[in-house]
């Protein structure tokens, strides 16, 4: 039985569990990003990061994983959480939680964390904050977790007073990644207990579905069409300024609510959060939810015909002038420069 949470003492909680994802034996991204954050809170916290990995076969990841910083790594190995499932990594986190009683667990904002979290906050009998852009450590230890509330108008700091452990999902692409190092960390392996009585809902299997694009959140330059770019050809002018950078094509909504893009290209409060190393924006207002996915991009250029258009306000350089002109030029100016 893992419920927890009755008559708790809060000083008995301590330390941080990263919950690390993986998919097909990889560690995603977004345990390294929770894991940059989880080492902040603890340096507040004057305590220790912990980083649980669910698998089988995950030895050499672990490898690499350590030089992440963590202080240490648990790894749940057993052949029934090679892949993903809610009943298996529920129970198996569950009992974990019950029995080393961390003070806060953070989940990635993932399709799987999304599914996994507020199954496992229920089981321990703890709250969850979901999708949070930003963690802190407040009073007497209070782990302040911040996230985008009505519409995403106004940012809400959440608190988890009476219950432990506080639980948060972070929303992936918005923490800073952990530096790797050539540091070590202890590994403890163990061996859970699941029976077939525990699973309920089984994997039959599993079908990769084919990108059209590399994911945004991966992408180092990205190009970001808006309603200014009025329809799927004016897309084509963006993709072709994207292939001369070696960036990728993103969105606003307008575009993707008018189908002229797929919705995996939205960036904003309800779509991918990025922060790439540039970010063209072109044609795009700078509406609020627009600005909660993108805001943090190392240099912002913004390409709008209008000189009040908010996206001004965030961008580092401003081009005020028609898209359709500029970005043709901006192609020009590359190919001129490209060796012969
Ligand atoms: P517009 O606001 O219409 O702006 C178009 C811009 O293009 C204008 O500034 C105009 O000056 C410029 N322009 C027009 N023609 C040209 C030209 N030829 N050359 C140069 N500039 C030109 N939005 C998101 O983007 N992402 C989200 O995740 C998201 N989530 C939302 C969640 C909620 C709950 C809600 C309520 C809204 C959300 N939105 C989101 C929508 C958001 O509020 C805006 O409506 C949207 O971002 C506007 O898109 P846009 O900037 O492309 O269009």
Request: aromatic share 4%.
């Amino acid at each position: 039985m893992s419920k927890v949470n009755r008559g708790i003492n809060p000083d008995e909680w301590r330390g941080i569990f990263v919950i690390a994802e993986q998919r097909s034996g990889q560690i995603q991204p977004i345990s390294i990003e929770m894991l940059g954050e989880a080492k902040k809170l603890a340096g507040k916290l004057k305590d220790d990061v912990t980083v649980i990995v669910l698998g089988d076969d995950m030895d050499e990841s672990l490898n690499d994983l350590c030089g992440y910083g963590a202080d240490k790594i648990i790894y749940c190995k057993h052949a029934k959480l090679k892949t993903y499932t809610t009943d298996a990594y529920t129970k198996v986190l569950a009992d974990l939680i019950a029995e080393r009683k961390p003070e806060i667990v953070i989940v990635g904002a993932t399709a799987i964390g999304r599914d996994l979290a507020p199954r496992l906050a229920a089981r321990v009998g703890t709250g969850l904050t979901a999708d949070c852009t930003g963690l802190d450590i407040g009073e007497e230890r209070m782990a302040l977790m911040t996230r985008p509330a009505f519409g995403g108008n106004l940012m809400a700091t959440i608190v988890c007073k009476e219950n432990r452990p506080q639980m948060a999902t972070v929303r992936p692409g918005v923490m800073e990644k952990a530096v790797h190092t050539d540091t070590v960390c202890k590994v403890e392996k163990i061996q859970p207990e699941i029976s077939d009585a525990d699973i309920i809902a089984k994997v039959t299997d599993v079908v990769l579905q084919k990108r059209e694009r590399p994911p945004l959140s991966e992408a180092d330059i990205i190009v970001a069409g808006g309603r200014g770019v009025k329809n799927p050809e004016g897309f084509e002018l963006l993709q072709s300024l994207a292939d001369k950078l070696g960036g990728v094509v993103g969105s606003s909504r307008a575009p993707v609510d008018s189908g002229w893009i797929s919705p995996d290209a939205q960036i904003g409060q309800t779509g991918t959060t990025v922060r790439p190393k540039l970010y063209i924006a072109c044609g795009i207002s700078g509406a609020i939810q627009h600005l909660a996915g993108m805001s943090e991009s190392q240099t912002i250029v913004a390409i709008n015909k209008d000189p009040n258009a908010p996206i001004h306000k965030v961008a580092h350089y401003s081009i005020v002038g028609d898209l359709f002109k500029i970005i043709p030029a901006l192609i020009q100016s590359i190919e001129e420069k490209e060796p012969k």
